[in-house]
């Protein structure tokens, strides 16, 4: 019998971030896959910014954005006229390294994602099917066939279903459903290139009709400039081919279901509901629903009819089994979030179970069930949201009923144009898609586990200050420039100044990289009156007090504002740096803590630590903010790691 700490059912994006995240951490895994050979085809497109963020965390998503091409926006036709030109690059979104998302084939994804693996030395198993799992009190016994046909059994502490809709996983898991329903369209999509198209390559296109949609996305970018080398996917659903057929005695629209006047409209022009659909009848509905110029869809590389489905888990954790991804949620392409949803419940999961495991002897019983409970307490409530979002939009936007159609070919170019020529109505509705907006915020437990809230989601930290702080415990952390400034070598002494051309800029992210908790400690901009600002050896006090009390590896970060220069001279006594001649400066403790500079307070401004006063951010392994809070509120935020947190 084989042994592992954790067993990874499924190596699509979801199992391998999954596996990434725990090769990050140090902890033993396996990941297995049914399929003998990665696929090649390009099911999920869109890899939208936050999963661009935490993807960055193993430092390499770089690799992954040249395989794709950037979306500006969208593009939206009806009845072959454009209605709207949706614009994504002038949200005035600052707070990240990658504001606007990849278009790129999922089987690049998983490409980048396996490249990535091995450099953490592991990789993915494949022709291994999961026959059995079976768990216990102590552990999971699952067993295995191999490619041979032969079998063998795997002991594990975990098991995760990263195997689909249809886990085995989840169905071992006896107390879990799956609840939910098919939509009643048929959909078909073509992979293939255009000739002659004027169909926007960095935007995504949609293409109402009387009769259905069709949706235009690209795929990979352009090789030259033929304006056809670059792939490109399209999706329709119930549409009118244009292709001359006999057709059967038609009836009068909407004295059938709607399943089944789709079929006859299909039969009508000259598609067979249950056959693979054809390159002919593509390029009749281009010339259908597309406006003039769309150009000739050639040369093929996919041809498929599928059926779309929305179902949700009742809880993503039984015991020692756990799911994610679309063994937890599957739902329409709206808004492409099924992949990047399913990588974020990996991310969120993978340092909770590895801090399980690696800090076994540390934890208490109940404080490691309930940061393992968090896992369903933070992403369970995103999946139902993603699910009855992605709902709505597609029931209006991809209805099978042709009364519904035709209201929303009449009201959509009244109400579009409108929509997204305000943009705090554009940036809401792309905080919500692009992931910026996910937010763990008010589900701290009050009591620890079984209370249905999160145990790495801080209260408030109340002080006469707080106010103005802008971001909540459950938070993502947002990204601001900072410039390092080194180790601390001396105590109570000046560092060695960086001159402008030593000077090496960083950020909050870069700085949150790796498997660590994260404290930073921001020195207070000292407003009005510098001694508000705190010493480099008060920060280094805060963070003694606060490693004393975490049983997790926790790494310290020290921020300090710099006064642009010109703008006046700080005693570095207050921990502030000043200008001198062009160099920073900074007083530094024992600690050997790496500290930052700060130009101009933006950082602390971007967080709301702002006015004056020094402050703290836990930022858990994940990149969200667990606790935030003026330095005047230390106390409670102690108070509350040793008595609802416990790691």
Known sequence: MDHCDVLIVGAGPVGATLALELALQGVSFRIIDKSPTRSEHSRALVVHPRTLELLDRHGAVDKLMARGAIARGAVMNINRKLVAMVDMDDLDITDTSFPLPLMVSQAETEKFMEESLAQYGK??????????????????????????????????????????????????????????????????????????????????????????????????????????????????????????QPPPQPTAPGSLPPQQQQQQEQQQHGEQPHEPPTLTHFQSLLDSFAPPGSGTVHSPIWLARFRLHHRGVNSYRSGRLFVAGDAAHIHSPAGGLGMNVGIQDAVNLGWKLASALKYHHRLSDEAREALLDSYHAERYPVGRALLQGTDRMFSFTAAAHPWVLRVRNAVLPWVVPWLVGVKWIRRRFYNFISGFGTTYSGLLTNAGAGTGGSVVVGGGMNTSSSSSIKIKGGDRLPDGKV?????????????????????????????????????????????????????????????????????????????????????????????????????????????????????????????????????????????????????????????????????
């Open 123 to 244: 990789a993915v198993e494949r022709g291994y099917t999961a026959t059995s799992i079976v768990q216990d009190d102590n552990g999971v016994t699952t067993t295995l066939e191999k490619p041979d046909g032969t079998q063998i059994t795997i002991r594990s502490k975990y098991v995760v279903g990263c195997d689909g809709a249809h886990s085995v996983v989840r169905h071992s898991a006896k107390d879990l459903t799956f609840d939910g329903d098919a939509y009643p369209q048929d959909f078909i999509l073509c992979d293939a290139r255009l000739r002659n198209s004027n169909i926007a390559r960095d935007r995504f296109t949609i293409c109402f009709g009387d009769t259905g949609l069709l949706a235009f996305f690209p795929i990979s970018p352009h090789s030259n400039g033929n304006n056809e080398d670059g792939l490109i996917r399209l999706i329709a659903s119930g549409g009118r081919s244009g292709t001359k």
């Open 483 to 647: 410039i390092e400034l080194g180790l601390g070598r001396t105590g109570g002494k000046r560092a060695p100044a960086l001159s402008k051309e030593e000077r090496k800029e960083s950020s909050l992210h870069r700085l949150c990289r790796g498997a660590s908790w994260h404290l930073l400690l921001f020195s207070g901009t000292g407003t009005g009156d510098a001694s508000d600002a705190v010493t480099a050896e008060g920060l280094t006090l805060a963070g003694e007090r606060v490693l004393a009390v975490v049983k997790s590896e926790c790494s310290l970060h020290f921020i300090f504002h710099h006064v642009a220069e010109g703008r006046g001279d700080y005693s570095a006594g207050q921990g502030r740096l000043r200008p001198d001649d062009g160099e920073l400066q900074v007083v530094t403790g024992e600690s050997g803590v790496a500290s930052y500079a700060d130009p101009g307070g933006r950082v602390h401004g971007l967080l709301g630590l702002d006015n004056g006063h020094g402050g703290f951010v836990m930022v858990r392994p994940d990149g969200y903010v667990s606790h935030i809070g003026y330095l005047s509120s230390l106390q409670d935020f102690l108070k509350e790691w040793e008595t609802k947190v416990g790691i």
